[in-house]
């Protein structure tokens, strides 16, 4: 008989039942590392989706906004604002002759508009006729606003309001508060003293304070009141703001709630600020102060265009590589290479904004301002066309202005979805601010029925005559 062979099986099955847990273990061993590795690169991945999306700066739409529209009553028609100068003015024949040259070459209409205060004769700027004015002013916009947008009062997280030239005690911000009933935690702010330029400030603020606020409304309320701030004297720097300056107001509301995505008609992208306080002419050239009889007034200087000016490069220069084309800027830089190291008498080459911007609004402060831009920056007149009817329809209604310049352009429906404004503003101390917009939807024309142009935009644009003899 052959030998017997020995049983494997046996064997075999020791060495598996041995080898078995340590299969097993170290199954487990990698697994759990793999777990870990998986464990550590996810949470690696959500830190650094966090982070990117936390330092994200958050989006902000411009829901709607409301102009305040002046009633009938409060007109002042060349004719009246002359009587009225004459009986002020008796014993001064000469500073009411400067301000009817000023007023024939101002390009303002006949329906401009100042508070029922300074239609007595003489003016009654009291307290009451000044809170007066502001509540009729900016409570009428907020109204209009509610109106417009459906917000409720409590929905109001962070509120400004800006009026250069009347700060009472308490402040205007305080006394919407008060009218609406807002909440107590709301974040309040009341700018002062900034000019017609504030408005943009006022922008700049809510910008901020909804990049630390998430899921907020923010409210700005831009006017200026007129009551208190007219002047008596016989100065005639400081005779000129009483020509051009009229009632006016607007109330914006501005969001960063992702809700409000599709129905905001405008996205905010930048804003640019200049300030040329430290210069000593620029910081004088619009200054409140007394004349020789003691009567408080706001004086121009003689160097304001030029001031304004300087300001305005100094913007530019900031906000030209924000949107220009890469063809515009090469170029502007080819020249400015060329004038510093070949022939410093060469031409400086101006970029065409026209290729960044669909829509301009700068501020109606006056007809020299608007032509100075319209110069300095080869402006068409149809861009210029919205700020020289603003100014005709409603005067220099300072900070709030291009609000009815932008109103203008949607009353005339010319804004679409994409198209992007540039509005520019100047203001007291020096200072030139700029804010950018792009239109989010196209805007129909028939949807602010209430609005400020409402019952007159049929008749513009108007011929604006150099010099209208009165």
């Known amino acids: 008989m052959p030998p017997i062979l020995p049983d494997f099986s046996n064997s075999v099955k020791l060495k598996l039942y041995a080898s078995a847990p340590h299969e097993i273990l170290n199954l487990w061993s990698s697994l759990h590392l793999?777990?870990?590795?998986?464990?550590?690169?996810?949470?690696?991945?959500?830190?650094?989706?966090?982070?990117?999306?936390?330092?994200?700066?958050?989006?902000?739409?411009?829901?709607?906004?409301?102009?305040?529209?002046?009633?009938?009553?409060?007109?002042?028609?060349?004719?009246?604002?002359?009587?009225?100068?004459?009986?002020?003015?008796?014993?001064?024949?000469?500073?009411?002759?400067?301000?009817?040259?000023?007023?024939?070459?101002?390009?303002?209409?006949?329906?401009?508009?100042?508070?029922?205060?300074?239609?007595?004769?003489?003016?009654?700027?009291?307290m009451e006729a000044a809170r007066g004015e502001a509540e009729l002013v900016i409570f009428s916009a907020m109204d209009s606003l509610f109106k417009k947008t459906g917000l409720k009062p409590k929905d109001i997280d962070i509120l400004i309001v800006n009026c250069s030239l009347f700060s009472p005690t308490p402040s205007l911000s305080a006394m919407v508060i008060n009218k609406y009933k807002l909440r107590s935690n709301i974040r309040s702010f009341n700018l002062s003293g900034m000019g017609c330029s504030a408005g943009l400030i006022s922008i700049d603020l809510a910008r901020d304070l909804l990049q630390v606020h998430p899921n907020s409304n923010a409210v700005v309320v831009s006017t200026e009141i007129i009551t208190p701030n007219y002047y008596q004297g016989k100065e005639r720097a400081m005779l000129l703001p009483n020509c051009l300056f009229r009632m006016g107001g607007a109330a914006l509301l501005m969001s960063n709630r992702r809700s409000e995505r599709r129905r905001a008609k405008y996205r905010l992208v930048h804003v640019v600020r200049t300030h040329k306080g430290a210069d000593d002419?620029?910081?004088?050239?619009?200054?409140?102060?007394?004349?020789?009889?003691?009567?408080?007034?706001?004086?121009?200087?003689?160097?304001?265009?030029?001031?304004?000016?300087?300001?305005?490069?100094?913007?530019?220069?900031?906000?030209?590589?924000?949107?220009?084309?890469?063809?515009?800027?090469?170029?502007?830089?080819?020249?400015?290479?060329?004038?510093?190291?070949?022939?410093?008498?060469?031409?400086?080459?101006?970029?065409?904004?026209?290729?960044?911007?669909?829509?301009?609004?700068?501020?109606?402060?006056?007809?020299?301002?608007?032509?100075?831009?319209?110069?300095?920056?080869?402006?068409?007149?149809?861009?210029?066309?919205?700020?020289?009817m603003t100014l005709h329809r409603f005067g220099n209604t300072s900070s709030s202005s291009l609000w009815y310049e932008l109103g203008y352009i949607e009353a005339k429906g010319r804004m679409r979805k994409g198209d992007r404004v540039w509005q520019i503003a100047f203001g007291s101390g020096f200072k030139c601010n700029s804010a950018v917009w792009k239109c989010n939807r196209s805007i129909k024309t028939a949807a602010d029925e209430d609005g400020p142009w409402a019952d007159c935009i049929e008749r513009y644009p108007v011929h604006i005559p150099e010099v209208v003899k009165l």
């Open 281 to 388: 002419k620029a910081y004088r050239c619009v200054f409140e102060e007394e004349d020789n009889e003691g009567k408080v007034g706001i004086s121009l200087s003689k160097d304001l265009m030029a001031i304004a000016g300087e300001a305005l490069k100094s913007n530019i220069t900031t906000i030209g590589p924000l949107v220009l084309p890469a063809s515009e800027q090469l170029l502007f830089l080819l020249t400015l290479i060329g004038r510093k190291i070949m022939n410093p008498k060469w031409k400086p080459y101006i970029p065409d904004f026209k290729q960044a911007f669909e829509h301009f609004c700068i501020h109606a402060g006056g007809r020299a301002v608007i032509d100075e831009l319209q110069k300095n920056l080869q402006l068409s007149a149809e861009h210029c066309e919205a700020s020289r």
């Open 34 to 126: 793999d777990l870990v590795q998986i464990l550590c690169s996810s949470f690696l991945i959500i830190f650094i989706a966090t982070v990117y999306f936390m330092s994200k700066p958050r989006t902000v739409y411009l829901v709607d906004y409301a102009c305040y529209k002046p009633p009938v009553t409060c007109r002042v028609p060349f004719s009246t604002f002359m009587e009225h100068s004459r009986l002020i003015l008796s014993n001064n024949p000469k500073s009411v002759e400067f301000q009817m040259r000023i007023l024939e070459r101002s390009g303002l209409g006949e329906e401009t508009c100042l508070p029922p205060a300074i239609h007595y004769i003489p003016p009654k700027p009291t």
